[in-house]
C-alpha cells in the first residue's frame, strides 16, 4: 500500500542542526568555482543549484569567509536560515507531502526554502523564526496521528 501524507507527518520527526546558513547568488560560469566550494565543505548540510541564470549554493555561514575570495561576484544573502530535515524517508510517489508543510509555515506566518534530497525533504526558515517553525511542525504532526 502506498505511503500517504498522513502516515509521512505522523512519523516525521524535525531534525536541526543548530548551524546558521547563507544563500549565495553566483553568475553562471562560477559553477566550478562552486562545486569546488561544497567539495572542501565536505560535510552536510549544502546545496549546489545551477539553472540557465544563475549558481545557487547553501553554505554554513562560517564557510562563506573561508571561501569567499575563490566566489568571483558572489552575492550572499541578508537574511541567515536554519535547516529542519523532515526526517521521515518519503516515498518518491508521494504527493502532497510538501503543500501540507508549506500550508501549516503559510499559517504561521514562516517564509521557507524547500529543498528535496532523494528519500527525504529539507526546509531552511529565517533564523529568527526557526523555534516557531519546529512548534508548528510539531503541531501539524500531532495531528496527524
Not at 526526517?87 to 500550508?103: H, K, N, Q, W
Not at 524547500?114 to 529565517?126: E, G, N, Q
Not at 510539531?138 to 496521528?145: C, F, G, P, V, W
Amino acid at each position: 500500500m502506498p505511503q500517504t501524507v498522513e502516515q509521512a507527518l505522523a512519523q516525521a520527526r524535525s531534525y536541526t542542526d543548530g548551524i546558521d546558513y547563507l544563500y549565495i547568488r553566483l553568475p553562471p560560469q562560477a559553477i566550478t568555482a562552486a562545486a569546488g566550494v561544497l567539495a572542501e565543505i565536505g560535510q552536510p548540510f549544502a546545496a549546489l543549484i545551477v539553472d540557465k541564470d544563475e549558481v545557487s549554493l547553501l553554505i554554513p555561514e562560517e564557510a562563506l569567509a573561508d571561501f569567499a575570495r575563490r566566489l568571483p561576484g558572489y552575492t550572499a544573502s541578508a537574511e541567515r536560515y536554519r535547516l529542519i530535515t523532515l526526517d521521515v524517508v518519503l516515498e518518491p510517489t508521494l504527493v502532497g507531502f510538501m503543500a501540507r508543510i508549506s500550508a501549516a509555515l503559510a499559517a504561521a506566518q514562516i517564509s521557507i526554502l524547500p529543498l528535496a534530497a532523494f528519500s527525504r525533504d529539507h526546509i531552511l526558515v529565517p533564523k529568527e523564526q526557526h523555534a516557531l517553525a519546529i512548534a508548528a511542525l510539531e503541531k501539524l504532526r500531532s495531528a496527524s496521528k
